[in-house]
């Protein structure tokens, strides 16, 4: 009886264990982003046309993504491009505050304010000031 115990008792020890490493191991798992369309190809971007768009003055620069500009980059140090370094890219400049208004800002629950804004009572009450 007692041997039957000490046996059930080791498999029921042995069952917990085997969960426990189980659950351990959820966090490693890898997650998967959501796949967008359009992804800018750019980490820096200037659309400006002229000599030194982009201007860099610090002894040592590093960037980890493409960097793009219609003009030229100037460096008074050392650069570091991990990816594509495009001068005269001729590219057109996006407008990222009128894809974000239009993806997040746009609907019947929205307001719009053209003045300031001033918060009164813990934001209960909101007023203008223009």
Known sequence: MKNRLVWKSKRFLAGI??????????????????????KYPYTLFAASNEDGAITVNAGNFCVNGNV?????????????INGTKTENADVEMIYIHEKLDYAYFIGDNVDVYS????????????ETTG
């Open 68 to 80: 793009a500009t219609n003009g030229t980059i100037v460096s008074s140090g050392n650069i570091n």
């Open 115 to 126: 003045d300031d804004v001033v918060c009164h009572a813990k934001c209960e009450k909101w």
């Open 17 to 38: 264990m085997a969960a426990v490493m189980a659950v351990s191991m959820i966090p490693t798992f890898p997650a998967i982003a959501e796949k967008t369309e359009d």
